[in-house]
């Protein structure tokens, strides 16, 4: 029932890309992602709806492929300040489940 | 600082005990949440409330219970404490009156059971 991530943990240089991935066994209505940064509380990022569009902004978007019930997440020209875990978030039925997190590290 | 407030920072007790954990949410918002995250399971949502109702429920232990009061602050009460129960908890809430909408996180209470 818990999202499965990929990749676990991904190193990058300032500036580099990112993608991470968030796959789901349910049939999912919403797709939620987050960032914690070591010692804080969950950061919300962005919301993605059943029959939605593609969410984002400048930097960091993501995309929901409600029939695969995957969900990406997109960082693009990094930042020192993307470091942190990245938890996707989904609602199923009555029921919300956080993935299983991705590290990500941007050095400089 | 999301505006959303959580009492104790820390919490140590012993296995057996009782502890309550309380949540304020951010003005204007209706509905909140509560997580427990440890090191083996991960973020976990245990119940959310909305305007004092209870609305989805998670994978929380009978010897847990929440309830939301009328000026919308929330408590999680915690009973016959176990090692297994040392983990974050955090409160969150949301403006929305969906069942899980944006979410916005308290700084949590780390609860420590000895």
């Known amino acids: 029932q818990q999202p499965v991530q990929s990749p676990q943990a991904v190193i990058l240089r300032e500036g580099e890309d990112a993608v991470i991935n968030c796959s789901s066994s349910k049939a999912l209505y919403s797709v939620h992602w987050y960032r914690q940064k070591h010692g804080e509380a969950p950061v919300f990022l962005m919301i993605?709806?059943?029959?939605?569009e593609q969410k984002g902004h400048e930097k960091i978007s993501a995309s929901f492929n409600e029939k695969k019930q995957q969900s990406s997440l997109y960082l693009t020209a990094s930042q020192l300040s993307y470091s942190g875990t990245y938890f996707c978030?989904?609602?199923?039925?009555?029921?919300?489940?956080f993935g299983t997190g991705t590290s990500l590290t941007v050095i400089p | 600082d999301s505006g959303v407030t959580q009492t104790p920072k820390h919490l140590i007790t012993a296995t057996g005990q009782r502890v309550t954990l309380r949540c304020s949410p951010r003005s204007g918002d209706l509905s909140v949440y509560w997580y427990q995250q440890s090191l083996d399971q991960g973020l976990q949502f245990l119940i959310q409330?909305?305007?004092?109702?209870?609305?989805a429920k998670g994978n929380i232990l009978e010897r847990f219970s929440a309830q939301q009061f009328p000026d919308l602050h929330s408590e999680l009460n915690l009973s016959s404490l176990e090692l297994g129960d040392s983990a974050l908890y955090f409160c969150a809430s949301s403006p929305t009156s969906g069942p899980f909408g944006e979410q916005y996180f308290g700084p949590g209470t780390r609860l420590t059971v000895t």
């Open positions: 993605l709806l059943k029959g939605g």
């Open positions: 409330y909305y305007n004092g109702e209870e609305r």
């Open positions: 978030g989904t609602e199923s039925g009555n029921q919300f489940y």
